[in-house]
Nanobody, 121 residues
Framework: QVQLVESGGGLVQAGGSLRLSCVVS????????MGWYRQPPGKQRELVAT???????NYADSAKGRFTISRDNAKNTMYLQMNSLKLEDTAVYYC???????????????WGQGTLVTVSS
């Protein structure tokens, strides 16, 4: 069974920084694309950033210049470094990964449980 576990969320003042982590665990054959979404209070889930297996990245306009997505393929871990945080970055942040388990000859989209980021004034 493949699982994604996020960590690193919390309370931070506006202008501060946080680093989120997402670890993929289980019987993994390979991991292709990964990414982060977020869901602000009362709003729909929205894309934050994505990263391919070879490190190509894509960012939402709201994240460009402030957030950096990265991954450590040896550790099956993805990160989101968030700097210059704003009140509107408050949200539950979810990671996802397209994973091919050892026992299944296809890729599955797996989601984490979410981690709450609260930015205060």
């Amino acid at each position: 069974q493949v699982q994604l576990v996020e960590s690193g969320g919390g309370l931070v003042q506006a202008g501060g920084s946080l680093r989120l982590s997402c670890v993929v665990s289980g019987s993994i054959f390979s991991i292709s694309s990964m990414g982060w979404y977020r869901q602000p209070p009362g709003k729909q889930r929205e894309l934050v950033a994505t990263i391919t297996s070879d490190g190509s990245t894509n960012y939402a306009d709201s994240a460009k210049g402030r957030f950096t997505i990265s991954r450590d393929n040896a550790k099956n871990t993805m990160y989101l470094q968030m700097n210059s945080l704003k009140l509107e970055d408050t949200a539950v942040y979810y990671c996802y990964s397209n994973v091919r388990p050892i026992a299944i000859p296809t890729y599955l989209e797996i989601w984490g449980q979410g981690t709450l980021v609260t930015v205060s004034s």
